[in-house]
């Protein structure tokens, strides 16, 4: 079965850096995906790992273990507009499967 | 601008009703897919298409709904027959090819009453 597992909410201060974590249980594997949603948009794509390891991308970092099913996003610098739901998806081989998000509160 | 669209961007209808929605993906890409989103939930797949060929479909798609693709370009998904349960964002994305790196449209929020 399909299985991804995250956080429903967290909050954070302006400035501050947080972790989100993921983990998953999925029949198959793709490379693993991060995005961020805005309440009524669109997902837009923040990264991608297939590699073990960490991308790091300007203010936005994404860790993955797939020995351990493990991934996480960290922001840092947090901003007000960092407030968002963010999405965990693991890529399968002709679609994305989306965990069910968590939503980021960024206070001043 | 350049990005997917989807038209409409809202939709109500009554249950019963049938409905279209139409994505245009970015043009230089070849596979396409939709998803339905409900509230606090992630994005559920529902088919992917490479160029016109439906290449795979989600148990979540009844046969109450059908997706094409006709020239390789834009898409349309049609929901017959309506009912409450199938209120929600219906999204379209579009790649280039693997890894999914999908960029997605605006969605159209379907309310069925």
């Known amino acids: 079965g399909q299985n991804i597992d995250q956080p429903t909410e967290m909050t954070a201060t302006e400035g501050a850096i947080v972790q989100i974590n993921c983990t998953y249980q999925t029949s198959g594997f793709n490379g693993l995906f991060w995005y961020q949603q805005h309440a009524g948009e669109a997902p837009t794509f923040l990264s991608y790992n297939v590699l073990d390891g960490l991308e790091e991308k300007g203010r936005f970092s994404s860790f993955l273990s797939r020995s351990k099913g493990y991934s996480y996003l960290l922001l840092k610098e947090l901003q007000m507009k960092d407030s968002a739901s963010y999405l965990c998806a693991v890529g399968g081989a002709n679609n994305l499967f989306f965990g069910t998000g968590t939503r980021l509160t960024v206070i001043p | 601008d350049t990005g997917v669209s989807q038209d409409p961007r809202h939709k109500i209808t009554k249950r019963g009703q049938n409905v279209t929605f139409r994505c245009d993906p970015i043009?230089?890409?070849?596979?396409l897919y939709w998803y339905r989103q409900t509230l606090g939930q992630g994005p559920e797949f529902l088919t992917y298409?490479?160029?016109?060929?439906?290449?795979?479909k989600s148990r979540l798609l009844s046969d109450r709904f059908s997706a094409e693709r006709p020239k390789g370009s834009f898409s349309t998904l049609e929901i017959q027959r309506t009912e409450q349960g199938d209120s929600a964002m219906y999204l379209c994305?579009?790649?280039?090819?693997?890894?999914?790196?999908?960029?997605f449209g605006p969605g159209t929020r379907l309310t069925v009453l």
């Open positions: 298409f490479q160029n016109e060929a439906q290449l795979e």
């Open positions: 043009s230089e890409h070849n596979r």
């Open positions: 994305a579009s790649s280039s090819g693997t890894p999914n790196e999908q960029f």
